[in-house]
């Protein structure tokens, strides 16, 4: 099994479970406020933070598998050599920007830690929903860093259409 599929993997079931926590705390909610209004706080903090997750993950999956929206008007009218530098300097650019986001939310992380600072809901530290910043950003860092060096190095066509099956 590959790397890259171990990776989508655990991306699946972090999917799958943020998506259950989602619908469970709005269904749960939802009941409580119409019927037993029982004066329990969280649900909706944790349907949100559970949204933030899924949100960032699927930016990420978007990203992988090509359907994320991009514009391809110009790239679409180039041909050979041309195109490839194009898309691999695009790519390049999606690399550096996620790498200064993955930086840039490890401080905020970190600050988090320090600052204490607890969600009004849940009581949990807010590290953890700002931890899916951390989480979604190194992940698109590995894995569109590695398609990366995969088009520089000629395992990937560059000559097919992004809309063709793009990365495999």
């Known amino acids: 099994m590959k790397i890259s599929e171990k990776f989508q993997k655990i991306e699946n079931m972090i999917m799958v479970v943020t998506f259950i926590i989602m619908v469970t705390s709005c269904f ?7 019927i037993f209004q029982i ?9 949100k933070y559970s949204m933030v997750y899924m949100v960032l993950l699927g930016t990420e999956m978007g990203l992988r598998d090509g359907t994320q929206i991009s514009v391809t008007a110009v790239v679409d ?3 050979g050599t041309t195109r490839k530098v194009v898309m691999i300097l695009s790519k390049g650019i999606v690399v550096l920007v996620s790498v200064a986001l993955f930086y840039q939310s490890m401080g905020l992380v970190q600050r ?3 600052s204490g600072q607890l969600s009004p809901g849940l009581q949990i530290p807010m590290s953890v929903p700002y931890f899916a910043l951390v989480l979604s950003f190194g992940i698109i860092t590995l894995v569109q860093g590695f398609t990366l060096i995969m088009m520089i190095t000629g395992k990937i066509d560059l000559d097919k259409k992004e809309d063709e099956g793009g990365e495999e």
């Open 112 to 114: 988090q830690i320090i």
């Open 39 to 47: 004066p329990i706080s969280g649900f909706e903090e944790a349907a």
């Open 77 to 79: 009218m180039l041909k």
């Open 28 to 34: 749960v909610q939802v009941v409580n406020r119409n």
